[in-house]
């Protein structure tokens, strides 16, 4: 798993084996598209999980995207990242307890509709981004599907349309989204290309099997932004 995570270019200094079982899902696609999942949520061990030194996993970067995933370690990281001015962008799956504290540390809260019906429940969207908005984060973006994607920085709203492609298999398609919004961000794009550039490359990423043979390369997403825009 370390070898695999190096070779696609990922910084693995900071994996530490645990002795759990590691949560895990088993996804079958059919010719059609759809897809059954198999999840099991893992065993932890009864020591504690191993400590995580912000600042030393914070060395170098430019952004810092938090899942959620392990509560405390991201809110102490978000902290630092805010306090060095390092933008932090929360990627909401689920609902957990505590969350709110590292929503509010967010200045890019990116979340699907279902969570975002759960966190803050209206009956337009615009009205629960604005709601979502108020937690704290300074832009957020709920995405849809099909549908593509719509987004709140302060009073102005971003509808971005789905880039519309030959389904395979959208296991990956979230993190595809999480990691292009974030380049684009880091770009200095503006809200909507970043969203554009996220939507497509998440759409992309939907036409091969698994989560790491869809990944595409800028030129591909670009070019499909082009393919709209003629």
Known sequence: MR?????AGIDVAELRPWGAVSPCSVITVDR?????????????????PPTLDPASTLGGASALLCDG????????????????????????????TGIAELIALADVLITSERVA?????????????????????????????EAGSIGLHGETLVECPAFPVDV????????????????????ELPLARCMELAG??????????????????????????RARTT
């Open 32 to 48: 059609a598209g759809h897809r059954l999942l198999l999840d099991h949520e893992g065993i932890e061990p009864a020591e504690p």
């Open 69 to 96: 995933s392990w509560l405390e370690a991201q809110v102490a990281a978000a902290r630092l990242a805010r306090a060095r001015d390092i933008p932090v962008i929360v990627d909401i799956s689920e609902v957990a």
């Open 200 to 225: 497509a490359a998440a759409a992309l990423s939907c036409q091969a099997l698994g989560p790491w043979d869809g990944i595409p390369r800028r030129d591909e997403v670009l070019g499909l932004i």
């Open 3 to 7: 070898s695999e995570l190096a070779e």
């Open 117 to 145: 019906a759960e966190l803050a429940p209206r009956a337009d969207l615009p009205s629960a981004l604005a709601e979502l908005a108020e937690l704290g984060p300074r832009v957020v973006i709920v995405t849809l599907g």
């Open 168 to 187: 395979v298999d959208t296991t990956g398609a979230g993190a595809v989204f999480h990691g292009a919004f974030a380049a684009g961000l880091l770009s």
